[in-house]
């Protein structure tokens, strides 16, 4: 194992090519098995929408556009994601390399490649994969542009800073990156400092004009959902750095958690030994990278508290490869072999145990499988009913039967989507199915939805239960007829 190790980061053909095999690997292993979520529904309702570049996030949606039209099995949906995920691991070593050299670079890539965190994005139909894409292509042009002052890497990393920004507005705390990197750095290069500063400042004009809109849209979007999440403080900050790698923990596993949050810190320590040992000898470089970690986080932060709630993981995957590159150089900087390899071991510990996880239980509600059942025993006059109106996207992209369809619950995102439903307010979203001498499937799911709960509580009142399944993961299906 010892030297099996060492001959990895030591060859650079052979373990670059067996790092960016090994992602691929992951990404694409099991990636159509899973029925598409509500999120991904979601991306299919706005890729078929009719989008411009002022709207939210717009350019994944317009890619799937034009990608959805070649097929539509969750395969074909998926395979952009993963191609990005593993472009995006390529780029990691690439960058890691420049910054501390090819051992650090392999070993950068590694995690990248192992985590649970890029996988999960990788395999779904959303665009946080192409997020962290186009943030290390931006970040590689910034450090070229560090490197050699040409003109055209600059406009490169703007270029790339303008496609990320589409891809998600968040991503504009990286410009925050780098200007507080130029700050820091007057006295070194001033002449390029004003060269950076002038160019950011003439791409930027054009999107003056926009702004209003894209706060109030930022508002609205996230004031949408985030009423039932609690602002981050001092421990999610730990917690943000262990899920870069990790995912999510359910709080329900205390001990899962405990042991997480140990090996965290553990993993935060190496970090910080990469920093202060990369800083002797390059210091500017140990600099980005950790400007890159921590301004994205706080940034995030001070939005959370002084704006709206932003925080979730998802939204800062494009800081997660910062922590990659920081903890590769922490490892490739203890110098001795037999510590090097017990050290990345460690580390890879608990992403081997998390990726076994992933792969072996089901993360995603099984709605392909519900729907075929219900279309399987369909009876002439049967009427269908879904609840949490973002599922009818999923729902629509797998039913093909005739029967008529309705939609229960609010079309919005926020409080009252889920919250104050009353027998009288589920009464009135009930009167728009015709339900005399009519069997009716309630499909729900998503079963900690205090709505949800609701609905299920009032259909198992108010109805006769004829059927009530539950063999799929996270979907429950009720038939039922009037009492």
């Known amino acids: 194992m010892n030297s099996f190790a060492h001959s990895i980061l030591q060859n650079k053909k052979y373990g670059v090519s067996a790092v960016i ?26 890729a078929s929408a009719g989008l411009s570049l ?3 996030r717009p350019l994944y949606f317009i890619i799937l556009h034009f990608w959805a039209m070649l097929g539509g099995s969750e395969l074909w949906l998926r395979l952009p994601a993963a191609i990005f995920g593993i472009l995006s691991v390529w780029l990691v070593y690439v960058i890691t390399t420049r910054l501390s050299g090819h051992r650090a670079g392999i070993v950068a890539a590694l995690f990248m490649a192992v985590s649970a965190l890029q996988i999960n994005h990788s395999q779904e139909v959303r665009m946080y994969s192409l997020v962290t894409l186009f943030t290390l292509a931006e970040a590689l042009f910034f450090i070229q542009f560090i490197e050699t002052g040409r003109a055209r890497n600059l406009v490169l990393t703007l270029i790339f800073a303008g496609l990320a920004f589409l891809a998600h507005p968040l991503t ?3 410009l925050a990156v780098f200007n507080t990197f130029f700050l820091l750095n007057l006295k070194r290069d001033a002449r390029q400092s004003a060269i950076w500063f002038t160019g950011q400042a003439v791409i930027a004009m054009p999107a003056v004009p926009y702004l209003p809109k894209l706060l109030c849209l930022c508002r609205e979007f996230g004031g949408a959902w985030v009423f039932g999440m609690a602002k981050p403080g001092v421990l999610d900050l730990l917690r943000v750095s262990r899920d870069f790698f990790l995912w999510q923990i359910s709080l329900r596993y205390g001990t899962a958690v405990l042991l997480g949050d140990i090996w965290a810190f553990f993993m935060l320590g190496l970090a910080a030994y990469g920093a202060a040992a990369l800083s002797r000898r390059f210091r500017w470089q140990a600099m980005l990278a950790v400007l890159w970690l921590i301004v994205p986080l706080a940034g995030t932060m001070l939005i959370s508290h002084a704006v709206v709630n932003v925080w979730m993981v998802r939204y800062l995957i ?32 608990l992403p081997a145990a998390r990726l076994g996880i992933y792969y072996t239980k089901a993360q995603r509600p099984e709605w392909r499988q519900a729907v075929s059942y219900i279309e399987s025993n369909l009876q002439p006059g049967d009427a269908v009913a879904v609840y949490r109106y973002g599922y009818r996207y999923v729902f629509n992209h797998y039913y093909t039967a005739g029967a008529p369809v309705f939609i229960l619950g609010s079309h919005e995102l926020g409080r009252h989507a889920i919250s104050g439903w009353t027998d009288s307010r589920i009464a009135c979203q009930m009167a728009q199915i015709p339900q005399r001498n009519c069997r009716i499937w309630f499909i729900l799911s998503e079963g900690e939805n205090i709505g949800e709960a609701a609905f299920e509580s009032y259909i198992k009142r108010k109805y006769r239960v004829i059927e009530y399944n539950a063999d799929y993961y996270r979907v429950r299906i009720y038939l039922v007829t009037q009492r």
């Open 21 to 46: 095999l090994l992602s691929a690997a992951l990404r694409m292993f099991q990636l159509g098995t899973e029925s598409l979520w509500v999120d991904e529904g979601y991306s299919l309702r706005d």
């Open 54 to 56: 002022t709207d939210m």
């Open 172 to 174: 504009v705390l990286m």
């Open 318 to 349: 494009y800081a997660s490869p910062a922590l990659y590159i920081l903890t590769a150089m922490g490892i490739v900087s203890l110098g001795r072999r037999n510590l090097l390899v017990i050290a990345l071991a460690c580390v890879l510990s």
